[in-house]
């Protein structure tokens, strides 16, 4: 099974997804900072026997608008409301690994009539973080731009499946290979999340929601803990082994792990929160 490419507008804002057809209930796949649709390939393809399978390019990434004017955290809540709209999605699952989770997490707390389980994949409602916009921004001022090479960039972005996957969000051009992004884009998309956390957010979401965590430490402890205090009808997994990018390190174990939970989550969506 194969995907078409299909365009949103949100707010002006070209909005690129990879359609992977199929029928059942819709699931919605979220890519983190700096990365692409594309990092859910394999998951996608094998959830699209028994689902309608979307996955997005945020704003900024991937074959979606580089420049977007607004990289407010509501701008990209504002993306996958219009992607379900005009893609016809009713009551999807949002899946969403790192800052796509956060924006999954937004969007399901925004619309909960909108949403009917959500996932988050090494996400949460994290933050304050003062120096994140820093780290990120030093971490790809280190990126060789352009790399040499497909398999150069494959290296440096961690080899293997994790390497593979970053490069395949990657565009040859001009005798390199560039980031389909824009530097400053990606570090200011993270400005909300230097300043405050979301705590409010997490605690008024009601629907079935699973938790899946690596080994990476992204995730502090403390705050793996207080997310099941607020809410502690959550599902949570770890997959031993693995770091910030699980759904390119173990694709086969995130995969039976969401199989298990689309089975298993109720038909009708649960009551909101009050």
């Not at 016809?88 to 969007?107: E, F, K, W, Y």
């Not at 400053?184 to 409010?200: G, I, K, T, Y």
């Not at 803990?225 to 959550?234: A, Q």
Request: contains cysteine.
């Amino acid at each position: 099974m194969t995907w078409s490419e299909r365009t949103v507008k949100s707010g002006g804002v070209r909005i690129s997804c990879r359609d992977w057809a199929g029928t059942g209930r819709p699931v919605v796949l979220l890519h983190g900072l700096a990365g692409h649709a594309g990092e859910w390939d394999a998951i996608a393809r094998q959830l699209s026997i028994r689902h309608r399978v979307v996955a997005v390019d945020q704003r900024g990434h991937g074959a979606s608008e580089r420049f977007p004017h607004d990289l407010s955290r509501a701008a990209y809540v504002a993306d996958v409301v219009a992607v379900l709209d005009q893609l016809d999605l009713r009551m999807p699952v949002l899946i969403g690994q790192s800052l796509g989770g956060h924006a999954a997490m937004l969007t399901t707390a925004a619309h909960p009539d909108l949403i009917h389980a959500l996932v988050l994949v090494e996400a949460g409602p994290g933050g304050p973080n003062p120096h994140v916009q820093e780290e990120i921004g030093g971490w790809l001022d280190s990126w060789p731009n352009p790399f040499p090479s497909r398999q150069a960039a494959v290296d440096f972005l961690g080899g293997g499946a994790v390497g593979e996957g970053w490069a395949a969000g990657l565009e040859e051009r001009d005798g390199g290979w560039w980031p389909r992004f824009d530097r400053d884009v990606m570090v200011d998309s993270l400005a909300e999340n230097a300043r405050r956390s979301f705590w409010d957010e997490w605690a008024k979401i009601a629907c079935p929601t699973l938790v899946v965590l690596g080994q990476s430490g992204i995730i502090p402890p403390q705050e793996i803990d207080d997310m099941f205090r607020l809410r502690p009808d959550t599902t949570a997994v770890s997959i031993p082994g693995t770091g910030h990018d699980v759904h390119l390190e173990r694709t086969d174990a995130l995969q039976r792990i969401l199989q298990g939970f689309l089975r298993d989550i109720p038909t009708y969506p649960a009551p909101r929160r009050t």
